[in-house]
């Protein structure tokens, strides 16, 4: 493993007044997974260059946008961005990094095991700039894959994330528990196995059975039935000490690493930097300015984008002005979840709120009941508080 300078934490690299993020989609995947809900089309054939060109057509359009701000992180998502090639990956980045001077960006690339197992083509991607390999591994355990719909069984998936530690300087691994079938035992040796590779993410998810999947049909048919209540508790209880052992911390309420290796891309989304989201469906957010912020959602069918975007006319699909309210409820709820918590008195100078964020009621109660505290000026929930995490959040966002 290259080992990685140490740098700032992201809290003190981010402003949200002066450094943004961009964030590209690449919406093509190869297969379907049973659980996915989001915006990809499954392809046989992948339109690479048409889709390089029409990125880039959108990124000169609109990299004014972010003009004057510091790029922090680049990111590459999806559906499956390790399909797109080192070429039209490559290209991208060195037309953003070109146009806007970012200086040394974090550059993270979601992979599947099917590439990321591939030695030369991973290198490929370091040579092109990828500077962190985000895995989208899931499960260890070649059952659970088969019940996610995965396309790659439990040894392939290690072998990749091998190679991505042999290859990156930062990787991280993406994993979900609360599965059917799964236990408090499959999720310990789950853990095991990844974390004695040397990696040093992890996101973990709890199952979410989204509307309208295959896998929501099999939980509604009997055909797949999944695990109480109890074992999820009893699972997401092993999740900190396990971590803890090998040297990594929870930062935010999905997210542990080793310190240093914060993701300074997600923590620009709970943070409240502005990000440039380019691609079919990307989403984008202007920061706050005077009069309220700006979101917006890219056209999602891709091949709508692609005929918008590349003609250089705007891909806009929904633009939305976000409210000084919601935009605060925004900024409480991912601050909240932030390991270091929420500035309280930059948030109430950025929008001319009182020194509560109009919050001092609701905080009141929270605090007495220990489950809140307020140091340096920064809310963060209490170790009581994070075991409660959504129902605090509740409280201090009811109106
Ligand atoms: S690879 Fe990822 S984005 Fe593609 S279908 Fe599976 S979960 Fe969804």
Redesign the pocket.
């Given at each position: 493993m290259t080992a990685r300078a140490p740098r700032g934490l992201p809290h003190e690299r981010i402003d949200s007044r002066r450094t943004a993020s961009i964030y590209l989609h690449f919406p093509?995947?190869?297969?379907?997974?049973r659980?996915?809900?989001?915006n990809?089309a499954?392809v046989t054939a992948i339109p690479r260059d048409d889709y390089t060109n029409a990125v880039r057509a959108e990124a000169e359009r609109r990299l004014p946008e972010i003009a004057g701000r510091d790029v922090l992180s680049i990111y590459f998502g999806?559906?499956?961005p390790s399909l797109w090639g080192p070429a039209g990956v490559g290209e991208t980045l060195a037309h953003l990094v070109a146009s806007t001077g970012a200086v040394g960006p974090e550059v993270t690339l979601?992979a599947?095991p099917n590439e990321a197992a591939d030695a030369a083509l991973m290198a490929s991607y370091a040579q092109a700039g990828v500077t962190r390999l985000s895995l989208?591994l899931?499960a260890v355990d070649d059952a659970e894959l088969h019940t996610?719909?995965?396309?790659h069984d439990a040894s392939l998936g290690l072998e990749a994330l091998q190679v991505a530690v042999a290859t990156f300087s930062a990787v991280t691994v993406d994993l979900i528990f609360g599965l059917p079938g799964s236990t408090a035992e499959s999720w310990r040796d789950t853990l095991h196995r990844v974390l004695d590779t040397g990696v040093d993410h992890l996101s973990l998810y709890h199952l979410t059975v989204e509307a309208r999947t295959g896998l929501e049909r099999a939980v509604r048919d009997g055909r797949l039935a999944l695990p109480t209540d109890d074992v999820a508790a009893d699972q997401w209880e092993l999740i900190a000490p396990t971590l803890a052992a090998y040297g990594l911390h929870a930062y935010e309420i999905s997210s542990y690493c080793r310190p240093g290796f914060e993701s300074l891309h997600n923590s620009g989304y709970w943070l409240g930097q502005p990000y440039l989201g380019l691609g079919a469906g990307a989403h984008s957010f202007s920061g706050w300015r005077e009069g309220g912020a700006r979101r917006r959602e890219n056209l999602r069918p891709h091949r709508e984008y692609l005929r918008v975007a590349a003609s250089g006319d705007d891909p806009v699909g929904t633009d939305e002005v976000v409210s000084r309210d919601d935009h605060r409820d925004e900024r409480v709820m991912t601050g909240l979840r932030y390991g270091w918590g929420l500035d309280l008195l930059a948030l109430a100078d950025e929008l001319r709120l009182d020194a509560s964020c109009g919050l001092a009621d609701r905080l009141g109660p929270l605090m007495k009941e220990g489950l809140v505290e307020i140091r340096d000026g920064r809310l963060r929930l209490t170790p009581r508080g994070r075991s409660l995490a959504d129902a605090v959040t509740r409280r201090l966002l009811a109106g």
């Open positions: 093509y995947c190869t297969v379907r997974c659980y996915c809900d989001f990809v499954r999806g559906g499956t979601e599947n989208g899931q996610l719909g995965r396309s």
